[in-house]
């Protein structure tokens, strides 16, 4: 799935207040599109829904939450987003997004030296656990200090990668801010391993670890029917917008001429539902990976440009090959054979 909007230069961008583009002037901003770029993020109901829970776990200073999913549902497209809407939301609040990565042999300092990498710390390749855990309890104090808050939010991508002596270190790192009277919530994003982890901790005793990263995990859907596409399609159609201030959408930008006929993508949802569901089938899990959907709208969108005029309509063949192109089918035959490290062949 897409990721935010970066900023194009204002000279390329122009005007501010709603305005017509040209042919030409189309062509120029193409380039920068975020459709073509694959850099933006809309409304989808998956991301209201997880920012929902993660906002109420901030809001209410809960120790955190857990959402898992196979991979392509959009887990990294969306902890990004959370981070930036939390941000927004609670300003007061220092929230730090870490990606993260298994160590070669568990050491007590990876976690930390994780943790400090993602504040772009120069000390963060030091191997001394003491010396990390003071330097990150320091960093987060200044940084709470410059916004008078006292809530630290860690966003973790990635999680299952996370070892048991990782996940014990945060919470010698969750018990030290505690003391200092920092608030720490966690949101982790994992795959489905994580259920396995958290399992052997439950075998192993290790009930402080659960309750306090692992206690409520949550599956995290991608799309998962008709009217949730149609509503992402009606975002395409309404409530996305290139350039900025321009008033113009994803859809009305490359097809301006059906656009102001009423063509619109919402109206292709069942037909681009039924072929989507279709490849991916072999899942068994009644969703579509988000990417693999908006890589299907994206081709519709990019494809269907040089074919714009008043009576433009998608057939079912471009919506055929627009779900091929995504490579729907070929991975979702893929991750029917789990790896020998538990996980999923990519």
Request: with cysteine; net charge neutral.
């Amino acid at each position: 799935m897409p990721e935010s909007i970066n900023t194009v230069d204002p000279a390329i961008i122009g005007k501010a207040e709603p305005c017509e583009l040209s042919p030409r002037r189309r062509e120029q901003l193409l380039e920068f599109h975020p459709v073509l770029e694959r850099d933006y993020t809309l409304p989808t109901p998956m991301l209201e829904r997880t920012y929902r829970i993660a906002r109420e776990k901030v809001w209410t200073r809960r120790t955190g939450v857990v959402f898992y999913a196979t991979p392509r549902m959009g887990k990294t497209t969306c902890a990004k987003e959370i981070q930036n809407l939390l941000n927004n939301e609670f300003p007061r609040t220092y929230t730090l997004l870490l990606s993260a990565r298994r160590s070669k042999q568990s050491s007590e300092y990876h976690m930390y030296s994780l943790i400090l990498e993602a504040k772009k710390h120069i000390l963060s390749s030091r191997t001394k656990v003491g010396f990390l855990l003071e330097n990150i309890k320091t960093d987060t104090i200044l940084k709470l200090s410059k916004i008078g808050g006292s809530q630290f939010v860690l966003i973790v991508d990635e999680a299952q990668l996370l070892s048991d002596t990782d996940l014990e270190q945060l919470f010698v790192l969750h018990n030290a801010l505690d003391l200092m009277k920092i608030k720490m919530t966690t949101i982790f994003f994992a795959q489905p391993q994580i259920m396995h982890r958290r399992a052997a901790l439950l075998v192993s005793g290790q009930h402080q670890i659960i309750a306090r990263f692992l206690s409520e995990p949550i599956a995290f859907e991608g799309c998962s029917s008709m009217i949730e596409l149609q509503l992402l399609l009606k975002a395409y159609d309404e409530q996305s917008e290139y350039p900025e201030g321009s008033g113009w959408s994803y859809t009305r930008f490359f097809l301006p001429e059906a656009f102001a006929k009423g063509f619109r993508l919402h109206r292709y949802a069942s037909k681009l539902w039924e072929a989507l569901a279709a490849a991916a089938g072999p899942l068994g899990l009644g969703m579509v990976p988000m990417e693999h959907v908006c890589l299907s709208i994206e081709y519709l969108l990019l494809a269907s440009k040089k074919e714009d005029c008043s009576n433009f309509s998608i057939s079912d063949s471009d919506i055929a090959i627009a779900v091929e192109s995504s490579n729907l089918a070929s991975f979702s035959a893929l991750l029917q054979s789990p790896s020998k490290e538990g996980g999923w062949e990519q």
